[in-house]
């Protein structure tokens, strides 16, 4: 594996903040690093020189890079209890209050999350009830959530997933396999409105009863996670709901007494506080 410098890494985060608008500064240096050395062996780079130069030179292929950079691991139904605490307590709770629901998947990755989201409503009958907003900093990946087809061989893993959230129905009257791939129902989806947007550098747009940033930042180091969830903070409604990844957490930010905690093990939050 080639060696990492610290000082050649900021050239390349620097770099990219002044061409590209992306900021890539903080994101947590170990999880960093090993992406870079992927990239590195994965596209035949002599070093971080080399990078740096194709990094600047083809913007194409840097669309390449962030993708490589920004994990996209995802699967529906991911953390099934998760999904039950939704579907049993807090959208009933949101819905004594409202007729309406609001949601906003951030870092929603390739969709399985707002499938699983769209599900979930569907089978509570509110689905047409709901506004959904799913955002990702990744242009690529925000295609593929839009296409609704993915790889047949994950589908094993999504219906075990939905089976131990216990879905009132048959999970494969949500998609056709066809060749290998997978075509989700689309009428599931068809209002939901996705974005491209950066949650470092990207503007605060509406206000929410549920926001979902599950394992996104995870990636960030601690500062960068502030800022991220004073972002995410504002954007949610006086008592509606944050959820975060199983990994991450709350406590040790700035707004964590804005919050209260309404499932510790599925990092469910309300907010209490503007
Ligand atoms: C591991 S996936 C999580 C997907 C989904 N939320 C889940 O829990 O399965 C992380 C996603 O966060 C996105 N992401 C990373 N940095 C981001 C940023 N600064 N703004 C918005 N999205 C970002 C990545 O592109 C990726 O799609």
Not at 66 to 78: A, D, K, Q, W, Y
Not at 155 to 178: A, I, T
């Amino acid at each position: 594996m080639q060696e990492i410098h610290i000082v050649d890494l900021r050239r390349l985060t620097q770099l990219v903040k002044e061409k590209y608008n992306y900021d890539l500064t903080n994101y947590a240096m170990s999880s960093f690093k090993r992406r870079i050395s992927r990239i590195l062996e994965l596209y035949n780079f002599k070093g971080l020189d080399a990078l740096t130069k194709k990094v600047e030179e083809d913007p194409v292929f840097f669309e390449e890079f962030l993708s490589e950079i920004t994990v996209n691991v995802t699967e529906m139904f991911r953390d099934p209890p998760f999904w039950r605490e939704l579907k049993e307590k807090i959208i009933p709770n949101i819905l004594l209050n409202h007729q309406k629901i609001s949601i906003w998947h951030a870092g929603c990755s390739s969709g399985e999350e707002v499938y699983s989201m769209a599900i979930l409503l569907k089978e509570m009958g509110i689905l047409d009830n709901a506004r959904i907003v799913a955002t990702d900093i990744d242009d690529r990946i925000i295609e593929i959530a839009k296409s609704g087809i993915y790889l047949a061989k994950n589908m094993d893993l999504n219906r075990k997933n939905y089976v131990r959230f216990e879905g009132n129905s048959s999970f494969d009257d949500y998609y056709k396999e066809k060749d290998g791939k997978i075509y989700m129902d689309k009428s599931l989806v068809q209002s939901v409105s996705y974005r491209k947007h950066d949650l470092v550098t990207g503007p605060i747009f509406s206000k929410f009863d549920l926001v979902l940033c599950r394992n996104v930042m995870i990636y960030f180091n601690q500062s960068l996670q502030n800022d991220v969830l004073k972002k995410l903070h504002e954007s949610t409604f006086k008592y509606g709901y944050l959820a975060i990844g199983s990994k991450e957490s709350l406590i040790w930010c700035e707004i964590a007494n804005k919050f209260i905690v309404v499932n510790n093990e599925e990092k469910i939050y309300k907010k209490i506080k503007e």
